[in-house]
């Protein structure tokens, strides 16, 4: 039987992770494109925009109808804010007192694309932080785990100290909603658990 071969349009150390929990083979690709909100634009389309073009981006590369492409983008929304990666101290600070005793959406889009066709699902997961005092945060920073986390905080490492709960897809938060993942490739003719 043909299986298509997949490549990951990413850096995401986590989203390889997420993805060989699926028990798939892949080649990783990252893409450099510029993730910036167009004026006007919503948190559902800008995240979904970003994960399409990094499918896109690929697909110039890897053009042969054999490779399948999966992108995916994570973005922590609070009160309608798209909060991007701290780039220094006061801005991780900033964005946890931020998130503090407050739930927020994190929106995770996932697109798959082939020469042929190309399909995006969106994930929404609500999480709630209790309260984290500034000293915390600084505490945070200085572990080195907010830089490049959307939001500022990473789920499955020291920042789940902060999360009172979720509604919705854990795996989304990390950055790749396994279970949409997994049904969006399956349109694709690949399927889990591929072991050899």
Known sequence: MFVPKLILASASSRREELLLQLGLSFEVMPQDITEKCNIGESPEKFVTRMADEKAKSALVVHKDNNKVILASDT???????????????????????????????????????????????????????????????????????????????????????????????YSGVVGLPLFETALLLKEFGVSCWQYK
């Open 75 to 169: 973005i922590v929304v609070i009160n309608g804010e798209v909060l991007g990666k701290p780039i220094n101290k006061n801005e991780s600070i900033k964005m946890l007192l931020s998130l503090s005793k407050k739930s927020h959406r994190v929106l995770s889009a996932v697109t798959v694309a082939s020469p042929e066709k190309q399909k995006s699902v969106l994930t929404e997961t609500v999480v709630v932080f209790r309260e984290i005092s500034e000293i915390e945060a600084d505490y945070y920073w200085g572990s080195g785990e907010p830089a490049g986390k959307a939001g500022g905080y990473a789920i499955q490492g020291l920042g789940a100290v902060f999360v009172e709960s979720i509604v919705g897809s």
